[in-house]
């Protein structure tokens, strides 16, 4: 059994409520960081602990936290972004529904590190009976003494409060979910200037993805040197993993950072393999926006090493043979899943939730779903492929923030490792009508039709 | 600070960002800008059509920065620099920037009034594509009645929000914004509401493209056929500085004065550009000037017009005098039969 | 934007107000506006599930704020509807996760027991069928939200007792 840190106590019967988890130890990291440490030694613990920001782009935390501004004396606020929205990633909603004190008590420790007297953990809106247990738990919190003013008679006040979204991906882009919780459309801001200058009403401000937050308690308690010691390179520590798709046990695990791919897929602590029979096909290893891998690349890099559970080793080759870690949410597709549908499903959602401000995204999401869904309904044409490929690569790079870069990449990704399926679809239309056409008769059965054709 | 822009140097205060650079220096490495405005506060970075490339951060940190940047809200550092139009990424930026403002855009040019003095044609004349690759249906919105004077045709609108903040940052009570997202985000009141504040026709003259236009001007003229001039009235509401759009003696418009970045000087109020349409309201001052290219000086009355000498031969500039004599009408006989009936001349007449 | 003509009863009750005033004070007291979101939810929750323009104004009102921010922000955010929808929404999420476990004939399923299309109410405005973007519970699909709750590993024997149970008005929608 790997080392668990975040969810080593969630099969405690009643670890939900604030009774058993403080017999379990909980809120400890508080008292030990509010009465024996400075905030700036948090900051370092955390600096030392390696860790990197779990919601997807994978920046340093304690960097990100010694960003912010102290020197203009405006309050600072902590602000959790718990608005988990990426396709295929559901390891938040899991903590915060069976666990909530971890991420409170996480919220008090961050929030007396950076200074701040109000916090704010912002929850997607369709979790609403999740934002319901955490209005619960902070009601608990607060009734033991652990927020509210001068917290264990140590002068330091903290007030915490969940903020409930409306149902809105682009949220979970730190900027637009400041926005969202000055009660504003969720659009993105222009940066600079950063959050950790100006940003909840103006002041300087952190956000920070659920789960990091969560890994906080812990690296106080057993120090940041103990955290890194977990994990191989600059991935330290564990990594929760929501696992879904055509897998034997679809769920959230806690893996150290390193562990092959191959262990996570077939191990029986893990996923179990896949669901039935049929054969692996294609993984998307970090949630939706990252790039798709097909079989070949999955257990081992193009250089020919094992792939690993890290965010160096899953980024290996770059996006020519690599992809992401990203949030962690890993989908696996078996032969009967269409890529080009699965395409065409995620440009959908990029089109849906783009915010609509700047102009690549707002036009250019909307016109690669639209193509897709030709060719995945049958009325693509031959250089409707040519046309996605440079349609991607106008978005990418060029907009506010990077849902244009999440919605390009996945289209990238699936024409650079599975042109075949895209040609065979534009080539054979009537043989993609019913929209479970791999099912009966996987790619890998008709591929040769579109070697025979090539134009 | 020095920053450099496609090789030109300027000193800039500091918080000057690469896009008034741009224009301090002038000439063809300004970018374009279609949703910033320099008088209003919190203007740009949408639109994506300033991109530029920086290749050099500063003389501090000369690591260029990987993403093209918008040139309007990034500040420029000392010995920073920056390629614009020398940059071909920057140039496929725009094209590319360029082609998505337009895929969903009607296009619908020959009846709009904006037509002519439209930064949408502009960019797309100098960075458009003479084919579109887009083959889908484009995207359209219900129309929306937003009062007397302006009219709104969502269609048109690349969403550069510059009429949200006239509204936000001029009247103390906006009543329209941006509703839905994506790219189903549209400007709407949301109820059909009169927009009727004192100094709402600001929105015109703000729009870049014809998504917002004057409905007292409605298909009066195409704006090329007026003749503008400078003009001033006492008004109590505003500068009364405008630009008064002349066809013969009639007013046809009023607008405020815009300069080369089709900025107006100072924002003007509903009275002067609605209520004032008569001459005798009006202190004419003289010709207002256009940029050099603008389609406005094909009218062009600004400049003293001289007789042009040709150097050549009188007879290929004019032709034979045996030629105008055959296609003048005057000796057509208009009795003369045809297929041998004769015509009346006066039913032709 | 969506719009519709029908009139909507607006009642702020006494409770509602307490909930209200509750949630502004979680904000420091110039940012009123901050409390937007969550009380557009807690009012369209207490007014049969919709915002007409009356009681988005109301909630303006309320707020102190103009009425076309609330606009700005119901029209922005898929939860807020602005016209009368089915008592029990079934939402399913057809995200690709999802839809690898079958959620596509399982809408169609759910459509066909009903006699609907998917974003239409039926006759009776018991039941409304619609296909949303990732819930984040990728693991558990297919899956579908009704009310403030997840309906997770569905077959289509799930599907028939839910809507026996929302027949016999056994299913919570709101969590007060």
């Not at chain 2, 374009?32 to 003389?59: N, W």
């Not at chain 2, 037509?115 to 044609?121: P, Y």
Request: hydrophobic fraction near 35%; glycine fraction near 8%; charge should be negative.
């Amino acid at each position: 059994m790997s080392k668990k840190i975040l969810l080593d106590k969630i099969n405690v019967p009643g670890i939900k409520t604030y009774e058993v988890y403080r017999r379990e130890g909980g809120y400890a990291s508080v008292e030990k960081a509010l009465k024996t440490l400075t905030p700036d030694e948090v900051v370092e613990e955390v600096k030392t602990s390696g860790i990197r920001g779990r919601g997807g782009a994978g920046f340093p935390a304690g960097m990100k936290w010694s960003f912010i501004d102290k020197k203009s004396g405006k309050p600072r606020h902590l602000v959790c972004n718990a608005d988990e929205s990426e396709p295929g990633t559901f390891k938040d909603r899991y903590l915060m529904e069976f666990i909530p004190h971890l991420l409170i008590e996480g919220m008090i420790t961050s929030s007396y590190a950076l200074g701040a007297n109000l916090s704010y953990i912002y929850i997607r809106g369709e979790y609403m009976w999740v934002y319901k247990i955490l209005e619960r738990a902070i009601a608990e919190a607060k009734a033991a003494g652990w927020l509210g003013k001068n917290i264990l008679g140590t002068g330091y006040d903290l007030d915490l409060y969940v903020q409930i979204g409306g149902g809105a991906y682009i949220c979970g882009e730190e900027t637009a979910l400041i926005e969202s919780l000055e009660g504003k459309r969720g659009n993105p801001r222009i940066k600079p200037p950063f959050p950790a200058v100006s940003g909840l009403w103006g002041n300087p401000t952190v956000v920070n993805n659920v789960e990091t937050i969560s890994a906080v308690p812990w690296i106080v308690n057993n120090s940041g040197a103990e955290y890194a010691k977990i994990g191989i390179e600059r991935s330290t520590g564990t990594k929760l993993i929501s696992a879904s798709g055509n897998i034997k046990n679809p769920g959230v695990y806690e893996i150290e950072m390193g562990i092959s791919v191959y262990e996570f897929m077939n191990s029986d602590e893990y996923l179990g393999g896949m669901s039935t029979d049929r054969p692996l096909k294609a993984l998307v290893p970090g949630g939706s926006s990252v790039p798709i891998l097909p079989a070949h690349l999955i257990y081992k890099t193009a250089a020919g090493a094992d792939r690993l559970m890290t965010y160096e080793s899953l980024s290996d080759g770059g996006f020519a043979t690599g992809s992401m870690l990203g949030s962690g949410g890993f989908i696996v597709y078996d032969d009967t899943a269409c890529i080009v549908r699965n395409t065409w499903n995620f440009a959908r959602f990029y089109h849906h939730e783009s915010c609509g401000q700047c102009t690549p995204c707002r036009e250019g999401t909307g016109w690669l779903e639209k193509i897709l869904h030709r060719i995945e309904t049958g009325t693509g044409r031959e250089e409707d492929i040519e046309l996605l490929w440079s349609i991607q690569s106008k978005i990418e790079g060029n907009t506010i923030c990077p849902l244009g870069d999440a919605a390009s990449w996945p289209v990238a990704a699936a024409i650079r490792h599975f042109r075949e399926e895209f040609e065979y679809h534009v080539r054979f239309p009537e043989k993609i009508k019913n929209r479970d056409h791999f099912v009966a008769e996987p790619f890998e059965k008709v591929k040769h039709l579109v070697t025979k054709q090539t134009v | 600070m020095k920053v450099t822009i496609d090789g030109q140097s300027i000193e800039v205060e500091p918080g000057t960002t690469i896009l008034q650079a741009a224009r301090m220096i002038g000439g063809e490495l300004v970018p374009p800008a279609m949703c910033y405005y320099s008088k209003l506060k919190g203007s740009g970075g949408k639109c994506r059509c300033c991109l530029v490339e920086v290749s050099k951060g500063s003389e501090a940190d000369p690591r260029p920065m990987p993403k093209l940047m918008a040139s309007c809200v990034t500040g420029c550092m000392d010995g920073m620099e920056v390629n614009s139009k020398s940059s071909p990424r920057v140039e496929e930026a725009r094209k590319s920037v360029t082609e998505f403002l337009l895929i969903n855009h009607p296009l619908d040019c020959p009846v709009c009034d904006q037509a002519g003095e439209c930064d949408l044609q502009n960019l797309s004349f100098e960075h458009g594509n003479p084919k579109s690759r887009f083959i889908e249906e484009k995207r359209t919105f219900e129309p929306e009645d937003i009062g007397p004077n302006i009219q709104l045709h969502m269609n048109r609108c690349i969403l550069c929000q510059r009429c949200v903040q006239v509204a936000d940052q001029l009247t103390d009570n906006r009543v329209h914004g941006v509703m839905d997202r994506g790219d189903h985000a549209n400007i709407s009141t949301c109820i059909s509401k009169a927009i009727d504040n004192e100094f709402s026709g600001n929105m015109i003259d703000v729009c870049p493209v014809g998504a917002l236009t004057d409905k007292t001007f409605r298909f009066k003229s195409r704006v090329w056929f007026n003749k503008p001039y400078n003009a001033h009235r006492d008004c109590d509401k505003c500068c009364g500085k405008t630009t008064v759009w002349m066809f013969g003696g009639e007013i046809q418009r009023v607008t405020g004065r815009k300069d080369v970045y089709h900025e107006v000087e100072e924002f003007i109020c509903n009275g002067c550009r609605f209520d004032h349409k008569n001459v005798e309201d009006w202190t004419i001052e003289g010709p207002r000037e256009f940029e050099k290219d603008s389609v406005i000086n094909q009218n062009n009355y600004t400049q003293k017009l001289e007789k042009v000498e040709i150097a050549t031969e009188k007879l290929i500039l004019e032709g034979r005098d045996k030629d105008h004599k055959k296609i003048s009408m005057a000796e057509i006989d208009y009795n003369e039969k045809i297929d041998g009936n004769l015509i009346d001349s006066k039913k032709n007449g | 934007m969506e719009k519709t003509q029908i009139k909507q009863n607006i009642n702020i009750t006494e409770a509602l107000m307490v909930r209200i005033d509750e949630l502004c004070s979680h904000y420091p007291d110039d940012k009123r506006k901050s409390a937007l979101l969550p009380v557009l939810h807690e009012v369209q929750d207490a007014h049969d599930n919709w915002l007409s323009i009356e009681l988005q104004d109301k909630v303006a009102e309320i707020l102190r704020i103009k009425p076309v921010e609330v606009y700005e922000v119901v029209t922005f955010y898929t939860m807020f509807n602005q016209r009368p929808i089915g008592k029990y929404m079934f939402e399913f999420c057809h995200t690709s996760p999802c839809c690898l476990n079958g959620t596509e004939n399982l809408m169609d399923y759910t459509c066909t027991k009903l006699g609907v299309k998917v974003g239409e109410p039926t006759a009776d405005g018991m039941f409304e069928v619609r296909g949303v973007e990732c819930l984040g519970a990728c693991g558990y699909a297919p899956m579908m939200q009704l009310g403030d709750f997840y309906q997770e590993h569905l077959t289509e024997a799930k599907i028939d007792q839910l809507i026996a149970d929302c027949r016999d008005n056994k299913i919570i929608l709101h969590d007060k």
